[in-house]
């Protein structure tokens, strides 16, 4: 079992590195994110250095966010769509140690883009000179467990939609979305009166239910406001980070299991 | 070895569309060291039987077992099984060399390097071995599958279109590895409509129509069916039987075929009427006539 993890896991980074889409987001992704600070690096006070690193790390974080997804994705939906999954099953290779193969690929690419986005902002602290902000890690840490969440909701999706479907629902299934949604509809309920109130309330219940069963992508966003913005380590709760790593991996994991489960039930003919 | 037991399997034209029977109570034994060539019609069932061996479709109603156990895909059954798909569904972004070295690996065979090349080289593709599977022919395609189903020692083997793509080269080298890997005790169960192919390579053969299984048996069995006629030229008597076909005259004399089965009636017949026959050939039948014929029985 090891030895085919290991195979598979040699041959999704291939597909990885040599995947066109991929290459041309990442490249892309790279070229906004340089295009937008390399200017400033120069130009800016010592003052506002500290901002800048946040600033970086915040977006390059996302981007490695949005990678992740997309690695997911790519994987699944070409493997399933181009058939090659068959050349893995009929071989002593079930779908779920090729589905596990692949997320762990994926995350594994993500802690290496995650490692160097840590790099590229320690050197900048040495570079400018100013006191390390141990928060820094505190949030690439928090931001590496919201990309399991993502890539784990991807990879689910993944398996039983096509994807842009797939794309499409990681856009408008969000729990942010849900949850600002939840908050209308309640202020909305207040001032309904007649059928107009019952719309609501069904509405209402409806976008709860969505809620409910939708992962939460940044579960202590609230507490850890003040942390993304000052990178202070003394504003971190670290035993809440473990929880939220604890959830992502949990989150990851439900995903994992009910997609091989999906992938078993998949006519992959 | 194989068993299919009054399976069926349906799919459906999208969602709510009409329900297909894509094999309807079929059931197949295939026993140890059998060539079995899957016949049919297209969309006969033939490559969802082989799915349904392969576990790649469960069956809606009815049991398959391969090797005493119910296929299920990535088990440890498919340690002893080698699957040629019909399409070239291998890894397109890997290069020849990797994808049979990532197929050895999921095997478990724990190949070195150089027995990876020396199987590259027994098909054909040494030159490639560093190309892109995705820049491949479809025949250098077909040739990589074949390299992957030679990577162990299989029990069984399931070829869908083995030969689909080949040049007559490869195709000859088919031929050697197929009757290799049955000099070897593999039990090999080929899909084609290459029915000259079959006849060279194949001890059963088992035809299909709409889902059902028509007949299963040895080729020379199959082939005698009904088949087999003589063509006989007579002197005509006052009465010629029924059951002779394509009458005309040759000169004086009449010709015409009849039933392998009815020969010596029809000697008899003309020795009673008095007259002569002056000559008789066994037209020997073909895989194809009988395979004709047999589809033919159940339209």
Known sequence: MRG?????????????RRNRLLFVAGSLLLLITSLSTLPSLFALTSSQHLELITAIANQLSFFAIVLGIGMVVTFVSHHLDKRSIKMVITKPCPPDLWLLSGMLSAVLVTAVLYASILSICSSLFLYWDIPYQSGLVYVLVNDFAQSFVWMGY??????????????????????????????????????????YATAVQTAKMTVDVVYLVLPITNPFWEKNETVYKSLR??????????????????????????GSYL??????? | MIEAENIAVWFRKGRFGKKLEALDDFSLVVE??????????????????????????????????VLGQRPIPGSDLFRKIAYLPEEPHYHDYLSVREAVAYYAALHGAGLSERSVDNLIDRVGL????????????????????????????????????????LDPIMVRELREAVQDLKRGGATIVINSHVLS?????????????????????????????DTETYRVVFSAPATIPEYVAGLHAEGDLVAGEIPAAMFWEFTRH??????????????????????????GQVS
């Open chain 1, 4 to 16: 085919q993890v290991l195979a598979n896991i040699g041959v999704n980074l291939k597909f990885f």
């Open chain 1, 154 to 195: 991807a990879a689910l999706l993944s398996v039983v939609a096509r994807p842009v479907t797939t794309l499409l629902a990681l856009l408008l299934l969000q729990d942010s979305t849900f949850y600002w949604l939840k908050l209308l509809l309640a202020s909305a309920l207040k001032s309904a009166e007649g059928a």
């Open chain 1, 233 to 258: 380590g003394t504003d971190a709760d670290w035993t809440l980070l473990l929880s939220t790593v604890a959830y992502a991996a949990g989150v990851w994991l439900f995903c994992y299991l009910l």
């Open chain 1, 263 to 269: 992938l078993r039930r998949r006519r992959l003919i």
């Open chain 2, 32 to 65: 140890p060291g059998e060539v079995l060539a899957l016949l049919g019609p297209n969309g006969a069932g033939k490559s969802t039987a082989m799915y349904c061996f392969l576990g790649l479709i469960q069956p809606d109603r009815g049991r398959v077992s």
């Open chain 2, 126 to 165: 040494t030159e490639h071995r560093d190309l892109r599977v995705s820049k491949c022919s479809k025949g250098m395609k077909q040739k990589v599958g074949i390299a992957q189903c030679l990577l162990t020692c299989p029990e069984i083997v399931f070829l869908d279109e083995p030969t689909r793509g």
């Open chain 2, 197 to 225: 192919e079959i006849e060279t390579v194949c001890t059963h053969a088992a035809v299909i129509k709409q889902g059902k299984l028509v007949r299963k048996d040895r080729l020379d069995d199959l082939r005698a069916v």
């Open chain 2, 270 to 295: 003309l020795e009673r009427s008095g007259v002569a026959l002056h000559e008789s050939s066994l037209k020997r039948s073909s895989l194809e006539d009988a395979f004709m014929n047999l589809v």
